[in-house]
């Protein structure tokens, strides 16, 4: 053996020196605390790290190893807080229909249909640093948050008024967080023309703004006329708009950029008493009907001197793993209910992992829930889960919205109720654990508390109707045009490198063999074309072999029906053989009969087959693992929608060639150019 | 830490809570430092000793990836990719602007088997350096600056190969990018560790920008009636 074992080397760095520097670094931390405690700052009760002139001093990160278990907090002391509506606010310089560049608007395509959908509502969301705090034993955090708040303001708007959204980037110019200070704002998952829809490759700078124009119009505008204009089956009720950054998403959503958009119509006005075409859900915002915005977080140790319980970040690492649930930005928060239904919208804001709930009474056993909407959307028939439903649980995928309710007349006053976490680990809480709330439910597993205080002021709103809406027909196949295929597939040592890759295929030559190249996602590199006023058949796949790696694998622009869910019996790294393909039962809120989806839970040799149509507008658009580790390492592609034939031609002819250039098959048969 | 750096790095830490401008060259006040990267002593293929910390990273923009000499799988195709990105950089290349290729085979690859992979991959040039040093060393910077707290994944050490590690130590950014992304991607991100740019600098790159999209719109005929 030859090297640097031959040569006499360097004595290696003692202990001594080792603990010098350590001795160093807390000196340094002392020292730079001081710095903070001296400079001017707003007083209260506890040491503020907001500084007069508003300026938020950045987080000094605790080390990564060994990883720090988060800080003990008391279960059930903070009330679930609600986020602040938005206000509408007039923009100096008023939105323009092509980027306003002299002023510092980030570059664009002019806005479509914007003479059609004047914006009547504007408002500004500022994304800027600020600080947050977590639970009351815990000293504020430092976030990224819009308008510095999380979660960001709720924003409430109604189908048939257009509004604009002004998302300004005051990110901090240099900081010590893992933040990536470039933004770009996906409001998910509107309907809206590509260049307010927060492409990931459409990031900007520090100092610019961007204005996103929503329509806030149904899905299907060409083909439907009247007020509001579009198929008003096509409603969407709770989306939620978040930092797109490409490969930088995990990272931004983790210090907080995101919140909730809610959209109200006839069908759910927010109000409870009876006018036309109401179902009457419960309605009133922050009463009765209450955004649930979760994420998970682990926390560094609280630094008394700092005057902070910093976020546990690691520079440069995937979002780190988790052990506090929080919920509208708290750890087990308490909600006071009365005897009556709410609406509660789950949110899940990742950044990494799924959650799996049930809701149980004070004895423990499990009472019902009712599933009223999935990833925004009404379902046709609602769905109970209960300790007798199939499932028993309610999966909320990272992305994905679910909408229940549930009705508090069935417990009775001073009673208490807890949703329950069944799947991740449950969370820390203090040393020793504190005695289950409930029989058979541990109270780390536990997300909040429903306080039953009283019966309620407000009358109850009437029963859940058994039909909320009637669904648009599954748009009919396309005759003579096979489905396309996107697969999802994990490649550990490959050659082109040891990552979350996504392929994209005809399926007629590749039924089983998926052997078209998996590329990191380019925002340059266009997958596939689509027609403006077309359907498709897609399939989604995920050729995981070993666990069960569940990707969420989300479309934009489009809600999409899932036609059929297999699994593979003989489980297979490249691909399934026909005859192997199990269906899979698939829950109500799932099922394209009854279900709108746009996010697509695909589990390790699962294959879904949905159908798509493509309305209104065009431009660049993704398909992705919304699990954001993964569409950070790429696991994303670009698809266009297009506005002519020729177009279309042009777009395919030029895949066709870029595949045909890096070996593989063309996607697109000769019938299929157009 | 050596007093002089200490009070480099008291200095740029204001009480008023707004980071100094960083300074290529000054570590970052938050930068993790050696307690992070290690102060490891390495060897490079010229056969030199020098500390991990201390002499590559400590306040300067990296570019880091892992291989070793006799890989035939990944670190061929990355290296290429990685010669593409340093042709493109030429510019800052050794100046404001340094890669590391650091062997996961430490046993096999001494300073004379890097020169020659370097010199076989034309990759012998100004700012590249290619490292090697104590097996104990290398596994603990692999885990350290590679690791992605997935057992899988970090127990393998090919599994790594792919990743290009981006550090700027003056402004405390560190991000990571597959190399085998398209060129316009590795660059972009690269770019996100350059120091902080005046408002004039974006506003002018922004400009750039637009001209960029108007242009594709004209080449497709794509919108042009919006």
């Given at each position: 053996?030859?090297?640097?074992?031959?040569?006499?080397?360097?004595p290696?760095?003692?202990?001594a020196?080792?603990?010098?520097?350590?001795?160093t670094?807390?000196?340094?931390t002392?020292?730079?605390?001081?710095?903070?405690v001296?400079s001017?700052?707003?007083?209260?009760?506890r040491?503020?790290?907001?500084?007069?002139?508003?300026?938020?001093?950045?987080?000094?990160l605790c080390?990564?190893?060994?990883?720090?278990?988060?800080?003990?907090?008391?279960?059930?002391v903070?009330?679930l807080p609600?986020?602040?509506?938005a206000f509408?606010?007039?923009?100096?310089?008023?939105?323009?229909?092509?980027?306003?560049?002299?002023?510092?608007?980030?570059?664009r395509?002019?806005?479509?249909?914007?003479?059609?959908f004047?914006?009547?509502?504007?408002?500004?969301?500022?994304a800027?640093a600020g600080?947050?705090?977590?639970h009351r034993?815990?000293?504020?955090?430092?976030?990224?948050?819009?308008?510095?708040?999380?979660?960001?303001?709720?924003?409430?708007?109604?189908?048939?008024?257009?509004?604009?959204?002004?998302f300004?980037?005051?990110?901090?110019?240099?900081?010590?967080?893992?933040?990536t200070?470039?933004t770009?704002?996906?409001?998910?998952?509107g309907?809206?023309?590509s260049?307010?829809?927060?492409?990931?490759?459409d990031?900007?700078?520090?100092?610019?703004?961007?204005d996103?124009?929503?329509?806030?119009?149904y899905a299907?505008?060409d083909?439907?006329?009247?007020?509001?204009k579009g198929?008003s089956?096509?409603?969407?009720?709770?989306?939620?708009?978040?930092?797109?950054?490409?490969?930088?998403?995990?990272n931004?959503?983790?210090?907080?950029?995101?919140?909730?958009?809610?959209?109200y119509?006839?069908?759910?006005?927010?109000w409870?008493?009876?006018?036309?075409?109401?179902?009457?859900?419960?309605?009133y915002?922050?009463v009765t009907d209450i955004?649930?915005?979760?994420?998970?977080?682990?926390?560094c140790?609280?630094?008394?001197v700092?005057?902070r319980t910093?976020?546990?970040?690691?520079?440069?690492?995937?979002?780190?793993?988790t052990?506090k649930?929080?919920?509208?930005?708290?750890i087990?928060p308490k909600?006071?209910?009365?005897?009556?239904?709410?609406?509660?919208?789950?949110?899940?804001?990742?950044?990494?992992?799924?959650w799996?709930?049930?809701?149980?009474?004070?004895?423990?056993?499990q009472?019902?829930?009712t599933?009223?909407?999935?990833?925004g959307n009404l379902?046709?028939?609602?769905?109970d889960?209960?300790a007798?439903?199939?499932?028993?649980?309610?999966?909320?995928?990272v992305a994905?919205?679910?909408?229940v309710?549930?009705?508090?007349?069935?417990?009775?006053?001073?009673q208490s109720?807890?949703?329950?976490e069944?799947?991740?680990?449950a969370?820390?809480?203090?040393?020793p654990?504190p005695?289950?709330?409930?029989?058979g439910?541990?109270?780390?597993?536990?997300?909040m508390?429903?306080?039953?205080?009283?019966?309620?002021?407000?009358?109850?709103?009437p029963?859940i109707?058994?039909t909320?809406?009637?669904?648009p027909?599954?748009?009919?196949?396309?005759?003579?045009v096979?489905?396309?295929?996107?697969?999802?597939?994990?490649?550990p040592?490959?050659?082109d490198?040891?990552?979350?890759?996504?392929?994209?295929s005809a399926?007629?030559?590749n039924?089983?063999?998926?052997?078209?190249t998996f590329?990191?996602?380019?925002?340059?590199r266009?997958d596939?074309?689509?027609?403006?006023g077309?359907?498709?058949?897609?399939?989604?796949?995920?050729?995981?072999?070993a666990?069960n790696?569940?990707?969420?694998v989300?479309?934009h622009?489009?809600e999409?029906?899932i036609?059929?869910?297999?699994?593979?019996?003989?489980?297979?790294?490249?691909?399934?053989?026909?005859a192997?393909?199990?269906p899979?039962?698939?829950?109500?809120?799932e099922?394209?009969?009854?279900?709108?989806?746009?996010?697509?839970?695909v589990?390790?040799?699962?294959?879904?087959?949905?159908?798509l149509?493509?309305?209104?507008?065009?431009?660049?658009?993704?398909?992705?693992?919304?699990?954001?580790?993964?569409?950070?390492?790429?696991?994303?592609v670009?698809?266009d929608?297009?506005?002519?034939?020729?177009?279309?031609?042009?777009?395919?002819?030029?895949?066709?060639a870029?595949?045909?250039?890096?070996?593989?098959?063309?996607?697109?048969?000769?019938?299929?150019l157009? | 830490?050596?007093?002089?750096?200490?009070?480099?790095?008291l200095?740029?830490?204001?009480?008023?809570?707004?980071?100094?401008a960083?300074?290529?060259?000054?570590?970052?006040?938050?930068?993790?430092?050696?307690?992070?990267?290690?102060?490891?002593?390495?060897?490079?293929?010229?056969?030199?000793?020098v500390?991990?910390?201390?002499?590559?990273?400590?306040?300067k923009?990296?570019?880091?990836?892992?291989?070793?000499?006799?890989?035939?799988?990944?670190?061929?195709?990355v290296?290429?990719?990685?010669?593409?990105?340093?042709?493109?950089?030429?510019?800052?290349?050794?100046?404001?602007?340094?890669?590391?290729?650091?062997?996961?085979?430490?046993e096999?690859?001494?300073?004379a088997?890097l020169?020659?992979?370097?010199?076989?991959?034309?990759a012998?040039?100004?700012g590249w350096?290619?490292l090697?040093g104590?097996?104990?060393?290398?596994e603990?910077?692999?885990?350290?600056?590679f690791?992605?707290?997935h057992?899988?994944?970090?127990?393998?050490?090919?599994?790594?190969?792919?990743?290009?590690l981006?550090f700027?130590?003056?402004?405390?950014r560190?991000?990571?990018?597959?190399?085998?992304?398209?060129?316009?991607?590795v660059?972009?991100?690269?770019?996100?560790?350059?120091?902080p740019?005046?408002r004039?600098?974006?506003m002018?790159e922004?400009?750039?920008?637009?001209e960029?999209?108007d242009?594709?719109?004209?080449?497709?005929?794509?919108r042009?009636?919006?």
């Open positions: 053996m030859s090297g640097p074992q031959d040569k006499k080397r360097k290696k760095k003692t202990k020196e080792f603990e010098l520097s350590r001795r670094m807390l000196k340094l002392a020292a730079a605390g001081a710095g903070t001296l001017p700052m707003i007083l209260t009760s040491k503020s790290t907001v500084l007069a002139d508003g300026t938020v001093t950045e987080p000094f080390p990564a190893t060994p990883v720090p278990q988060s800080p003990p907090h008391t279960p059930f903070d009330d609600i986020p602040s509506p509408p606010q007039l923009l100096s310089p008023a939105p323009t229909e092509a980027a306003n560049i002299a002023n510092g608007e980030a570059a395509d002019p806005h479509q249909r914007w003479a059609e004047t914006p009547a509502v504007t408002y500004q969301l500022e800027k600080t947050h705090q977590f034993d815990y000293l504020p955090s430092y976030i990224w948050g819009f308008n510095g708040q999380y979660p960001a303001p709720t924003i409430l708007n109604a189908y048939g008024i257009p509004s604009l959204v002004r300004k980037n005051s990110l901090p110019t240099t900081t010590s967080s893992f933040g200070n470039t770009t704002v996906h409001l998910h998952n309907h809206t023309g260049e307010s829809d927060g492409f990931a490759g990031f900007f700078a520090t100092g610019l703004f961007k996103n124009h929503y329509a806030n119009a299907g505008i083909a439907f006329g009247g007020f509001p198929d089956r096509e409603g969407q009720y709770t989306m939620w708009f978040h930092d797109h950054m490409m490969a930088e998403t995990a931004n959503n983790y210090l907080g950029m995101n919140g909730a958009y809610f959209l119509d006839d069908k759910c006005p927010p409870e008493f009876n006018t036309p075409g109401s179902i009457r859900l419960p309605a915002f922050g955004p649930l915005v979760l994420a998970f977080k682990r926390f140790a609280t630094d008394t700092r005057g910093e976020m546990f970040q690691v520079v440069n690492a995937a979002a780190p793993g052990d649930f929080t919920v509208n930005g708290k087990q909600l006071s209910v009365r005897r009556r239904k709410y609406r509660f919208r789950l949110i899940n804001t990742g950044v990494v992992l799924n799996n709930f049930s809701l149980h009474g004070p004895d423990g056993a009472k019902t829930m599933v009223v909407a999935a990833d379902l046709r028939t609602p769905a889960v209960s007798t439903s199939i499932p028993n649980t309610l999966e909320v995928h994905s919205r679910m909408d309710v549930i009705d508090f007349s069935q417990f009775s006053v001073g109720v807890y949703l329950k069944n799947t991740q680990t969370q820390f809480v203090a040393t654990t005695p289950d709330p409930a029989p439910v541990p109270i780390g597993t536990v997300v508390r429903f306080d039953v205080v009283g019966n309620t002021i407000i009358p109850d709103s029963p109707p058994s909320l809406t009637e669904l027909p599954i748009p009919p196949a396309a005759p003579g096979d489905p396309f295929e996107w697969g999802f597939r994990f490649i040592g490959q050659a490198g040891n990552n979350f890759r996504v392929s994209h399926v007629a030559e039924n089983a063999n998926h052997t078209a590329l990191p996602f380019d925002p340059f266009v596939h074309a689509v027609l403006k077309s359907t498709e058949e897609w399939i989604i796949r995920n050729d995981t072999l666990g790696w569940l990707h969420p989300h479309i622009l489009e999409g029906r036609l059929e869910r297999t699994v593979c019996t003989v489980p297979s790294a490249t691909g399934c053989l026909p192997n393909r199990t899979v039962t698939m829950p109500p809120w099922d394209g009969n009854n279900a709108r989806r746009d996010v697509y839970p589990p390790g040799q699962h294959r879904l087959r949905i159908r149509a493509f309305r209104d507008f065009v431009g660049r658009y993704l398909i992705h693992c919304h699990n954001m580790n993964h569409e950070d390492a790429f696991m994303m670009r698809w929608v297009v506005e002519s034939m020729a177009e279309l031609r042009k777009r395919r002819e030029q895949i066709n870029e595949r045909v250039a890096r070996g593989d098959a063309p996607l697109y048969r000769k019938e299929d157009g | 830490m050596k007093r002089r750096a200490f009070f480099a790095k200095a740029i830490d204001k009480p008023s809570g707004e980071l100094r960083p300074v290529q060259g000054v570590p970052h006040v938050a930068s993790p430092g050696p307690m992070f990267f290690t102060n490891a002593l390495l060897r490079t293929h010229e056969n030199k000793e500390r991990f910390y201390d002499d590559l990273i400590s306040g923009q990296v570019l880091m990836n892992l291989m070793y000499a006799t890989c035939e799988g990944a670190c061929p195709l290296t290429s990719n990685l010669v593409k990105v340093h042709e493109a950089l030429k510019a800052r290349m050794g100046k404001d602007l340094f890669m590391y290729s650091m062997t996961v085979k430490p096999e690859d001494d300073p088997a020169k020659s992979f370097a010199q076989m991959h034309r012998l040039r100004p350096t290619f090697t104590d097996p104990y060393d290398i603990t910077i692999r885990f350290k600056l690791g992605m707290n057992i899988a994944i970090d127990t393998n050490i090919y599994g790594h190969t792919s990743f290009l981006i700027n130590d003056a402004t405390n560190a991000l990571h990018v597959d190399p085998m992304a398209s060129m316009s991607t660059l972009r991100k690269i770019s996100w560790a350059d120091p740019k005046t004039e600098q974006i002018e922004n400009r750039k920008l637009q960029q999209i242009k594709e719109r004209r080449m497709f005929g794509y042009m009636n919006a």
